[in-house]
């Protein structure tokens, strides 16, 4: 399980690699496109500047990629460590009858709320990016709505994840949103299996 800080090391090193290949990639491209364009070499202050866009820009894509690939790093199910596993947290009992419960430090268990979201797409995403839709309610919800919801009662909810064939993809940045808010107030989270 990959922990919050190795993570944004994952991710700082993937923009730093993108940044690298930005930069040398980015200085034939400039040539070759300023000549075909325009019809004359690249002024000598216009091609490190633009070197240095390109590699900006690359790292910044780079970085907001590495987020991407559903519950492990694009190859699998293997889970980033943001809530994308059924795995258990702090004082969440570990077999497979009381995953639902968790200890009160007395012995005694206590059943978590399961709370169903599932994650639209298409011509279901209402207007302000409504990606989600709360089985409790019939209209979508922003992530600033979810939040209101998970943060009035965190430690009495168990979130379960529903894709369908009309949802956004695993990778889309909604549901990255969505779990990095779940992982942010230590709700259990359970997702659908990838195939």
Same mark, same amino acid.
């Given at each position: 399980?990959?922990?919050?800080?190795?993570?944004?090391?994952?991710?700082?090193?993937?923009?730093?690699?993108?940044?690298?290949?930005?930069?040398?990639?980015?200085? @034939?491209?400039?040539?070759?496109?300023?000549?075909?364009?325009?019809?004359?070499?690249? @002024?000598?202050?216009?091609?490190?500047?633009?070197?240095?866009?390109?590699?900006?820009?690359?790292?910044?894509?780079?970085?907001?990629?590495?987020?991407?690939?559903?519950?492990?790093?694009?190859?699998?199910?293997?889970?980033?460590?943001?809530?994308?596993?059924?795995?258990?947290?702090?004082?969440?009992?570990?077999?497979?009858?009381?995953?639902?419960?968790?200890?009160?430090?007395?012995?005694?268990?206590?059943?978590?709320?399961?709370?169903?979201?599932?994650?639209?797409?298409?011509?279901?995403?209402?207007?302000?990016?409504?990606?989600?839709?709360?089985?409790?309610?019939?209209?979508?919800?922003?992530?600033?709505?979810?939040?209101?919801?998970?943060?009035?009662? @965190?430690?009495?909810?168990?979130?379960?994840?529903?894709?369908?064939?009309?949802?956004?993809?695993?990778?889309? @940045?909604?549901?990255?949103?969505?779990?990095?808010?779940?992982?942010?107030?230590?709700?259990?989270?359970?997702?659908?299996?990838?195939?």
């Amino acid at each position: 399980m990959i922990t919050a800080p190795i993570f944004w090391l994952i991710k700082i090193a993937a923009a730093v690699g993108g940044a690298i290949i930005g930069y040398l990639v980015s200085g @034939p491209s400039i040539r070759l496109l300023f000549r075909l364009a325009l019809g004359r070499p690249v @002024p000598g202050w216009f091609l490190p500047l633009g070197r240095l866009g390109g590699a900006a820009l690359l790292g910044a894509l780079f970085f907001m990629l590495a987020t991407l690939g559903g519950n492990g790093l694009g190859w699998g199910s293997g889970g980033l460590g943001l809530g994308a596993g059924s795995g258990t947290g702090p004082g969440i009992a570990k077999s497979g009858a009381d995953k639902n419960k968790t200890g009160t430090g007395k012995g005694e268990k206590a059943t978590r709320e399961k709370l169903v979201i599932e994650l639209l797409g298409g011509d279901r995403v209402a207007g302000d990016q409504r990606y989600y839709l709360l089985k409790t309610d019939e209209s979508a919800k922003t992530l600033a709505e979810v939040e209101d919801l998970i943060k009035e009662k @965190p430690d009495k909810l168990e979130v379960h994840l529903k894709l369908t064939d009309e949802s956004v993809a695993a990778s889309h @940045p909604a549901m990255a949103r969505l779990r990095e808010l779940l992982q942010r107030y230590q709700v259990p989270t359970v997702t659908p299996q990838e195939n």
